[in-house]
Structure formats: structure tokens, C-alpha cells
């Protein structure tokens, strides 16, 4: 798979998978994004799989919730490459991994991209701390 594409085998779709990743990984914040993080070891020929969800009951309006959902897909799109997938093959593992919006507010997508980045560093300077 090349190019910034988002495809489909990147999309969390499993609902055993989905329940495993909020029993058994680990949370990240940086408001207002919150990770889920589940690191599969051995499956590093799997692409990382991910999730978005912006509850409705912090953000009632459709529109705004699809705006989010929009925001935070392309802010993991657009940074995944550079900076979780060097941290997963080093690691020989893949990932499953929910991003939680937990504002109470519509976010704009410069503070939504600042945010992801910390994220998606956060989780590879875990995985690196795992490994050394």
C-alpha cells in the first residue's frame, strides 16, 4: 500500500477486535483527542487498524459529528506513515488503536492535527521504550 490513501484494511471493523481494544489497551490524552492503543506483536505485515469515534452525546448535531470525524481521519492520514509506522516495524508488530473525541465543542483542524501529532508520538516513544 502506498501514498497517504486510507484504505479499507486500515478500518477497525471487528466488533471481537473493537471489544479486545477497550479491554486490554492502553489510553493516551491530549485533549481533545483520547488513544486507545492495543499493540499486536508479530503482525507486522498487518497494517495498523483504526477507529474514530465522536459520541453523541458531547456533540448532538450530525453535521458536526461527521465535520470531526473528517478532521481526525485526515489528521491520521496525512502523519501515520512518518510517524507510527517507522515505531511498528521496528517492533514487528501492528496496532489497533480508537480515537475518542472528548470535547464538549467542535475543535478546529489545526489544534485536531497539533493534537494527533502528539499522539502518534506518544505511541511510538512507547513502543521504543517497550523494545530498548
Known amino acids: 500500500m502506498k501514498g497517504l490513501r486510507l484504505y479499507k484494511s486500515e478500518k477497525l471493523c471487528s466488533r471481537t477486535a ?52 473528517r478532521r481526525v481521519r485526515e489528521a491520521y492520514r496525512l502523519h501515520r506513515r512518518a510517524m507510527l509506522h517507522p515505531a511498528l516495524a ?18 478546529d483542524y489545526a489544534l485536531i492535527e497539533r493534537k494527533m501529532k502528539q499522539l502518534l508520538e506518544r505511541m511510538a516513544q512507547a513502543l521504543a521504550a517497550e523494545r530498548g
Open 90 to 107: 521496528q517492533q514487528d508488530a501492528s496496532a489497533d488503536i480508537a480515537f475518542v473525541y472528548v470535547a464538549n465543542q467542535v475543535a
Open 18 to 69: 473493537v471489544a479486545q481494544l477497550f479491554e486490554q489497551g492502553t489510553g493516551l490524552m491530549a485533549y481533545p483527542l483520547r488513544a486507545v492503543v492495543r499493540v499486536r506483536p508479530g503482525e507486522a505485515l498487518r497494517p495498523p487498524q483504526m477507529l474514530i469515534t465522536i459520541p453523541k452525546k458531547r456533540i448532538r448535531h450530525a453535521v458536526d459529528r461527521v465535520l470531526l470525524r
